[in-house]
Each structure stands twice: as C-alpha cells, then as structure tokens.
C-alpha cells in the first residue's frame, strides 16, 4: 500500500494555493470517464480499435481529428487524452496548456502498433489507468509514476480504491514519499462528529458515500476469477446487500498480487485495499483460522472487513467457496 509522486508534473505543484485542488469527488484523482482519442486520419482504424476495445470501461470515448490546435480546442472537456502519435507531438502541443496537477486533463500516448501506452501527465489522475486498460490490446504500460515503479500503491489510488476523494491536495507530495518509503502505514478511519487538526503533511480522505459494505476476501493461492465472482455473489445473496452497496474489496498484503482477485474486482469496477498483518491482529474475528497456528495471520477474510469497515463490525461472518475462497462482509 504505497506510493510516489506524480510523474511530469511532480514538483510544479501549484503550493500557492495551500488548500489543494481535490476537494470534490469530482476531481479525486486516478478516475477518467470521460476520454478523447486524438489521431491522425491515418490512424483512425487503429483509434476506432481502441475505442471498441475498451469503450465500455468508461462513461464515453470519443475520437478526435489531430490538428495543430485540437488539444487547446478541447482542453478541460475530457478527464484524459490518449494521444494516438509519436510523445513528442503529445508533450509539444500540451505544454503550455498545463497549469495545474489535479485540474488538469491526464495524456496517455501510445503508438500506432499498440506497443506501448506511456502516461505523461496526470499518471495519478488518469493516465495510468488508461495504459493499464490499453494493456489488454497488448500495450506494455511504461508508466513512470514512482508508485508503480515501486509496485506500491499511492493516496490518490488509495482514495479511489475506498471510494473517496482527497480533500487537501497539496498534502500528497509528503505522504506518497512516506508511503514510497514504507513509511506510512494503513488509512485510519474516523467517524464523527468530531474535528481534526492536521498539518501538511497528512493527507484527508473523504468518503464520496454515506455508508456500505466491504467484502473481506482470503484464498488459497491461484484461485481464479471465477471463483471470487461466485463467492462475492454467495456471499451478498446471504445479506440484504448488493454489490451497488459494496465500496471496495479488502485483504491482506500478502494476498494484494493474486490475478484472480483483481481481475475480479476489475470486471466488477471495485477497488483492492491492502491491510498489513498488525492491523488485522488488531481487528481479528471471531471465526478461528489455521492461519493464525502456521505462519501468525489472523483469518484475512474477516479481519480485512473489520478493518475496512466504518463501523469495525461484520454483517457476514466467513463463509467458504470451494475451497478456494473466503469471504466476510464488513461496514
């Protein structure tokens, strides 16, 4: 659960304004919806390609006719540009439109062979997210973000993650150098009412939702996709909850590398959050686990719904699914 800073823009910052720029759901960070493909004529086949390969993983895609003056033309219309075009076409007619990081539109570029898909701007804020979709055409995602150089994950992807949105912007310079660093430790949750004195350097969360569910998962290692779709299911079918009602799935950082895991999530458009072994031992269910006899982990599906939920409670205790699959609903 770590992370770094943004990539092209990391140190611009925009700190004049000391309270940020991320203070709706609206401009949270990492989520596009609204994208722009700009291409040249030549390579419209390849754009319409795109389009229908991941059209449906965002609330529109349109294609856009490169010419000297299109991205100043649609400048602030879309949440991220995928630049159909050599990186240097994309930076030189962009540069002087960028003003500020959480603001911004994302830019992702990617060639005319689908080789490569390299975020420019906005990595946290977009791009990233669009190279790793163009992945499935066979795209290799260069992103250059620190976080994912590291393999961690940072506040904004965090905030996406538990469907939230940062509200003091500026803050996440000093807390993903912390997170990059192994520094910073799992999200606490508070709930009020109460009032909180922060400084600089701790980033605020809010949540873009009043209440829901987490689904708290554990597997054998491999299980597949299928496995963990039916299991969810399994597991809110026996609750008064659906999956609209889910805010994210939860599990264990040594868990946080299984494919069929998050592919699952993927297909369902949740979010992974990662607890460490502390703050599960701190949040332990009642169901006993061999785990916690073999190797000192407490049962990972329970204790990631506890530690995941707002109020620290299980609607579902574990079940299991085949074997494979564990799974505890928390709030």
Known sequence: MSSGTENADETDDS???SGGHCSTPDSDGE???EIAIVSFERKMETAEEIRAEI?????SIEILEYHGDVFAEHWGEYDCFIGLMASGIAMRKT???????????????????LTWAIPITGGHHGANQVAQDLATMGTVPAMTTASEAAGKQGVESKAKAMDAHVVNGDSTVKTNLAVLNDELGPVERLEGPRAVLVGDDVTVLKRNTDDGVVLGTGSVSGADTEAFL????????????????????????RKEEEDGLLEAARELDLGVVVFDKETLLEHEGPTPSKSKEL??????????????????????EKIGYENEVTVAIGR
């Open 95 to 113: 540069a002087s439109l960028l003003d500020d990081k959480w603001e911004d539109p994302a830019i992702c570029v990617v060639d005319e062979e």
């Open 31 to 33: 989520v596009a919806e």
């Open 55 to 59: 059209g449906d993983r965002y609330e």
């Open 15 to 17: 700190s004049t304004d």
């Open 230 to 253: 039916a299991a969810w299911e399994e597991a809110l079918e026996r609750t008064d909850y659906a999956l609209s009602d889910v805010e994210f799935v939860a599990t264990a950082t």
């Open 295 to 316: 190797i000192g982990w407490p049962g990972v599906s329970e204790a990631s719904a506890i530690a995941g939920g707002a109020e620290r409670e299980l609607v579902l």
